[in-house]
């Protein structure tokens, strides 16, 4: 299960660790930071940063009418559902 339904939900958010993704209709915003550490919790962590960016990939590789880039003013800015 993704953290995320890419594309489909502005006002969806999640955070691994001390990465946050905020989801938008035309833009996936992923800032922060995170630590992938060589032990179980680094493993469980890397997997979900692969299955959060499979699920992208997927999305944007599914979309037939998919822009060879969207411009700047095609992007909107949404208010925060959280404040």
Not at 3 to 27: C, H, K, M, W, Y
Not at 35 to 47: E, F, H, I, Q
């Amino acid at each position: 299960m993704s953290l995320i339904s890419p594309f489909q939900n502005s006002s969806e958010s999640a955070e691994i660790d001390g990465l946050t993704v905020d989801n938008g209709d035309q833009r996936i915003a992923v800032y922060g930071s995170i630590g992938v550490t060589r032990d179980k919790a680094g493993l469980a962590r890397a997997r979900e940063l692969r299955d959060l960016f499979n699920e992208i990939v997927r999305t944007l590789e599914s979309d037939e009418q998919l822009p060879a880039k969207i411009t700047p003013s095609e992007l909107r800015t949404v208010e925060n559902p959280f404040a």
